[in-house]
């Protein structure tokens, strides 16, 4: 009798632990520069991260089982995205969304890619994350290329006969961005009076803006990030110029505008469609307006990403990370960012870039 009861009570212990796993949580994570000078793009994707998890958790969860979301700070820093990266495999973190810089991006895909993590980047550009990444690596942004193909055409179009200067920071971002528009400016026939490398971090830029001058540019394109640009046109309309300042996705944060005031007024940059103007997203834009968040910049691409994972696992019926993948490149997915699905490499097939202009402290297409 004794040992029958043993045996019910080892059964029922069984039970309860497999009842317990069944309904355990799904941790999943996002990671970018939530401190540092970067930071504005860092509460964007956690602003899209937890609000997507919170929806989906209130509609069911994922396979019924409610979504725990992990925060990492990478600040931008290969090392630090690296160490963020074991932490969140450590944490048990089945997907990530993320990261943000593709300096960042591209290391930590090498620790998920080893320890069977999906990720998938709501921001980072740079083409060598998918090129050269393992098949668990997927982005929802653009790349490089594409976005240096338009940049490079339109300045060749519209200032050909303009002097034009192209300068980056030397990370993988805006180093990859700048040759990409070079490269398909010279290709179109017209070269740089102007190539250039600045230290990012700095707050004096006053050397370059002297010898932008000197040069006598007229269209001064600037592979990097929003800090670094808007001190850059601020300093060139205080020494009197009025040269043209064109960059890429990373002006796309009220910030910029923060940073430079009225002398930030004409900024071009290029960005994918905005979500914020997608139909199909505007149940969600509310959501976030009523809570006195603006789902600028990359708020709806962290949002999109997890909404793609979630629906790659309903569909293949697990997390587990080889049949996601496969549901990932074979399916649609219905998401704020519209319909999207992914090609062999892991980049989303979706429209490429548009220009936007600043007027008025805010950023609207180019008409």
């Given at each position: 009798?004794r040992r ?188 740089e009076a ?39 046109v601020r ?133």
């Open positions: 009798m029958l009861s043993t045996v019910l009570m080892a059964a029922a212990a069984v039970t309860a632990l497999s009842v317990s796993a069944a309904k355990a949580d799904i941790v999943i994570a996002t990671a970018g520069p939530m401190t540092g000078q970067y930071a504005s793009f860092g509460q964007q994707m956690k602003a899209g991260a937890e609000q997507a998890v919170a929806d989906i958790n209130a509609a069911g969860g994922v396979l019924g089982q409610k979504l725990v979301l992990e925060v990492g700070d990478d600040a931008c820093d290969p090392k630090q995205a690296v160490a963020v990266a074991n932490q969140m495999v450590n944490k048990g973190v089945v997907f990530m969304a993320g990261h943000f810089c593709s300096g960042s991006s591209i290391p930590a895909s090498q620790v998920y890619e080893e320890e069977g993590v999906l990720q998938i980047s709501p921001a980072s550009t740079n083409p060598k994350l998918t090129e050269e990444g393992g098949d668990n690596v997927f982005r929802v942004c653009g790349r490089d290329d594409q976005q240096g193909e338009v940049a490079g055409a339109f300045l060749a179009e519209k200032f050909g006969a303009k002097n034009i200067a192209i300068v980056h920071d030397k990370t993988a971002y805006g180093k990859g961005l700048a040759d990409e528009t070079r490269k398909n400016l010279n290709k179109a026939g017209v070269t102007l190539y250039e490398a600045y230290t990012a971090g700095e707050k004096d830029y006053t050397a370059l803006v002297s010898k932008l001058k000197q040069n006598s540019i007229d269209v001064l394109y600037v592979g990097g990030y929003h800090t670094e640009a808007g001190l850059m300093q060139m309309r205080d020494q009197g110029m009025d040269t043209l300042l064109v960059s890429g996705d990373a002006l796309v944060t009220d910030e910029y505008w923060s940073i430079t005031g009225d002398a930030g007024e004409g900024t071009l940059m290029t960005f994918s469609p905005d979500p914020r103007k997608n139909p199909v997203a505007a149940p969600v834009v509310k959501v976030f307006r009523d809570k006195g968040i603006e789902p600028e910049g990359y708020v709806l691409y962290t949002y999109g990403a997890i909404q793609a994972w979630a629906q790659a696992v309903e569909s293949a019926g697990k997390t587990d990370l080889d049949p996601v993948i496969a549901s990932l490149r074979s399916n649609q997915f219905d998401t704020v960012l519209g319909n999207i699905g992914f090609d062999a490499k892991g980049d989303v097939t979706a429209p490429g870039y548009v220009f936007y202009e600043w007027k008025d402290g805010q950023y609207d297409y180019l008409n």
